[in-house]
């Protein structure tokens, strides 16, 4: 599949932006009816909504830590 091999090629270059190869992963997830793959997409286009549990490579962990004056 051509549209395939425009996803990676694109991917593989750093001087492009990453919201071409998403949207081209949209279009791939509607021709090939794959609804999980398509929420994801949106989720990465989107932002992901708070009722989806965020994929592991979303969350991060930190302290926070501030100075305080008055």
């Given at each position: 599949?051509?549209?395939?091999?425009?996803?990676?090629?694109?991917?593989?270059?750093?001087d492009?932006?990453?919201?071409?190869?998403?949207?081209k992963?949209?279009?791939?997830?509607?021709?090939?009816?794959?609804?999980?793959?398509?929420?994801?997409?949106?989720?990465?286009?989107?932002?992901f909504?708070?009722?989806?549990?965020?994929?592991?490579?979303?969350?991060s962990?930190?302290?926070?830590?501030?100075?305080f004056?008055?």
């Amino acid at each position: 599949m051509n549209l395939i091999g425009a996803i990676i090629n694109e991917l593989m270059d750093y001087d492009k932006s990453i919201s071409s190869p998403l949207l081209k992963t949209k279009v791939l997830a509607h021709r090939i009816k794959n609804d999980r793959l398509s929420s994801w997409v949106e989720g990465e286009i989107g932002g992901f909504s708070e009722d989806v549990e965020l994929p592991d490579y979303r969350k991060s962990k930190g302290i926070l830590m501030g100075n305080f004056m008055n």
